[in-house]
């Protein structure tokens, strides 16, 4: 069973950018599957990113262009890089793991966070 812990969020301007980290224990990290995902206040979690096993990554349209995700399997990390942030991108921010890839799939993630606040100021 694998630990979650997010870190890196905060308050940034519009434009600004923050780099989040999901750091992982308890299991062998590179056999995870890792997403971030974000939740609005009164909304439904929605899909950011994911990296797999080899380090591919897919994106929500709605980071396309400005999100990095990136895995260190020696630190058992993996990042979200946020550049041109924007007033939507204010959300709570969850990683979430499993050992199957269930890519833009909320449900098919056995194992989160407790999440990190992201706060974009216009």
């Known amino acids: 069973q694998v630990h979650l812990v997010e870190s890196g969020g905060g308050l940034a301007q519009t434009g600004g950018s923050l780099r989040l980290s999901c750091a992982a224990s308890g299991g062998t990290f590179s056999n995870y599957v890792i997403a971030w995902f974000r939740q609005r206040p009164g909304e439904e979690r929605d899909f950011v990113a994911v990296?797999?096993?080899?380090?591919?990554?897919h994106y929500a349209d709605a980071g396309k262009g400005r999100f990095t995700i990136s895995r260190d399997n020696l630190k058992n990390t993996v990042y979200l890089q946020m550049n041109s942030l924007k007033p939507e991108d204010t959300a709570l921010y969850y990683c979430?793991?499993?050992?199957?890839?269930?890519?833009?799939?909320?449900?098919?993630?056995?194992?989160w966070g407790q999440g990190t606040q992201v706060t974009v100021s216009s």
């Open positions: 990296i797999d096993w080899h380090s591919n990554p």
């Open positions: 979430a793991a499993d050992v199957v890839y269930a890519r833009d799939s909320p449900g098919g993630y056995d194992y």
